[in-house]
């Protein structure tokens, strides 16, 4: 089992960073496409497997008409919802509708653009598929609160009787179906990763995925219930805090409590941003152990406390540096996260191209406008 | 001046396995030539060389699908120059340190240039190009909205109403593009205050007609939301905050792994700039057709400073400035 091993350096990123957003400011964005397929070659090119480089080959110009379709999608929705706000509802319903084949199509960008050793990843387009796996937990989410909404009726009633009781009706069944779903969560993680990792290939060799919905559970239930306590630690300090500062009642007493709160905001963020980094250090683990190139395996042992730390410092450099530590945290973050993924290369260097077309499909780059991370 | 045969060390991959064969490639005669021979003589100018990013390894792409990859970027960028194979504009703007201090200096510029004029240029260049009627139906949701959760039904005297309203019909502007219509409501939580919604319809809540203490200062507060009506300012906010949020993507959209919401801060300070630049624009219609019509300016800031500081408008998300309050006094 080989590590990959990221070897950019912060300094020369900053410089490709900071004309990166220059130019795309000066642009009025137009040159972001050529931004993201610089930053890309950076963190590609530097990203290395047992000596072999990444190497990441989309056309800006491709990714340029996709964002430009995506903003038009993001104007005519925001206008919606400014102009018409009755039909908001709906636009939103249409849109979420839609992100499970914008995440296929965006993958599918990504994996079709990702070259290693001179052979492409790629992405089988099964835009179906996806949605007959998200269907299934989604479905019982649906059914969940339409039996939860029949059961209030009556109370459902007198919220029609008035003008707007349309619109509350469906704010309420959203909410309900918020609720439905959170507990099927993980299993939507799950059943997306398995899709997208089965239907993925290294030239002619599958990736398969080797794991079942339960370790994704494990891992959303840790991350619950350290946020849970990340909270509550921070109510406690918070409550302390404004204790300490309330001090004997003064007039001065009130904008040091004030001022208290603010802390406690912060700290409370901080706290945040540290599980969100514990938690994204898990699931990679999770994810990344079960794919399987072939019969190679590939592993990830990132460490929970050192990336939510990560993530903690970072935010921190981040502010402090009103963004200018922003490429040193790419950085960091790509070396540590390298380090942790091995690779089992053994059998890599038989893996042959197979025919496949080098364009990736015109509607890939709206899905890659949408900027969907899946996080692999 | 190039050298006959200048050549570089790189790895070759054929692009159908997925096997490196180290190579060293030598330019002779416009041929790029490999040794060992893994790929047949071809000519430079059938190959394509990617612009460079820093020092990381590119890749010479062959005209049958092979790559040469290498890291010996001064010979690749003089084969590139003598042969006419791409410029490295973005390479040269980023590989000296001058030029990237100068990016940051512009960068910054350019970025409060588009934040503080720009976004709100163009937020009212695109709405006056908006048809009229594109925001009613927005307002009259709003109005609805405010009506079941906060406002109640006006206890205003007919007789008052009808007073307000002779004063209104003397205020409106000519050829106005909307119908104005003055509408009373008692504003519960929200106190003394005057709304303008889009479609030209400004609420006035019984609270801030108690508070008023004379005609003059009730026509300068409904000039004031007439002047938002008139320069779409609903409209206009909207825009900017969708212009903001865009400009904010695209400079900061790649952040995700390092806890991107502080991305969010300076966009909620613009907001709200943008919202006081909105009322003292206001100010300012309010401050000519007072004029125009002879009405005192001192009424307004009279009214002003009498507002208790909790209550907020529509459209402003603090209490009156003194700056607003001075430039209407002693007119």
Known sequence: MTNLRFVGDAR?????????????????????????????????????????????????????????????????????????????????????????????????????????????????????????????????????????????????????????????????????????????????????????????????????????????????????????????????????????????????????????????????????????????????????GALRIGDAGVTSELSGLWLGWLYLSNTLAILLSVGLLIPWAKVRTARYVAACTTVDVSSLDSVSAGIDDERSAASEEIGEAFGYDLGF | MTSASDSINGRFYDGRVAKGTDVRVALSEGKLVATPPVFPAVPIAATKIPSRVGNTPRAIRLPDGGIVETDDHVTIDRWQSTHGLGQNFAHRLESSSASALASLVLLIAALAATTVWGVPYMARVIADRLPEDIAVDAGQYALQQLDQLVFEDSRLKTVDRIKLRMIFSTLQPENAAVSYQLEFRDGGRLGANAFALPDGTIVLTDQLVALAESKDELAAVLLHEIGHVDARHSLRLMLSHAGLAALTFTVFGDVTAAGSLVVLLPNALMDSAYSRDMEWDADSYAYERMSALGIPKQAFSDLLVRLPSSDAGFLSSHPPSPWRIARFAGQ
Request: hydrophobic share 55%; glycine share 8%; proline share 2%.
């Open chain 1, 12 to 288: 020369e990123y900053f410089r490709i960073w900071i004309v990166n957003v220059f130019l795309t400011v000066l642009t009025l964005g137009v040159y972001s496409a050529w931004a993201k397929v610089r930053t890309e070659r950076y963190f590609h090119g530097n990203t290395l497997l047992d000596d072999h480089r990444f190497d990441f080959v989309a056309d800006p110009v491709r990714i340029l008409r996709g964002r430009l379709l995506a903003v038009l999608a993001l104007v005519t929705y925001t206008a919606v919802w400014h102009l018409q706000p009755q039909f908001g509802i709906y636009a939103l319903t249409a849109l979420m509708l839609a992100l499970p084949a914008l995440l296929v199509l965006a993958v599918g960008f990504r994996f079709h653009n990702t070259i290693h050793r001179n052979i492409r990843f790629r992405l089988d387009r099964d835009i179906l598929g996806i949605y007959r796996a998200v269907g299934i937990p989604i479905a019982v989410a649906l059914g969940t609160t339409l039996v939860i909404q029949y059961a209030l009726s009556d109370w459902a009633s007198t919220l029609e009787a008035n003008s707007n009781g349309e619109f509350q009706a469906a704010s309420l069944g959203l909410l309900i179906f918020s609720f439905c779903l959170m507990p099927l969560l993980p299993y939507l993680d799950f059943a997306r990763s398995r899709f997208v990792a089965s239907r993925a290939h290294f030239g002619t060799r599958g990736i398969s995925f080797n794991s079942g919905a339960g370790r994704f559970y494990a891992v959303y239930l840790i991350g619950l219930g350290l946020w849970f306590l990340a909270m509550l630690a921070a109510f406690v300090i918070v409550a302390v805090l404004a204790w300490m500062a309330a001090g004997s009642g003064d007039e001065n007493a009130l904008a040091r409590v004030e001022i208290s709160s603010y802390m406690g905001i912060g700290i409370m963020y901080g706290l945040w941003v540290f599980v969100m980094g514990f938690f994204a250090a898990r699931r990679r683990n999770v994810l990344i």
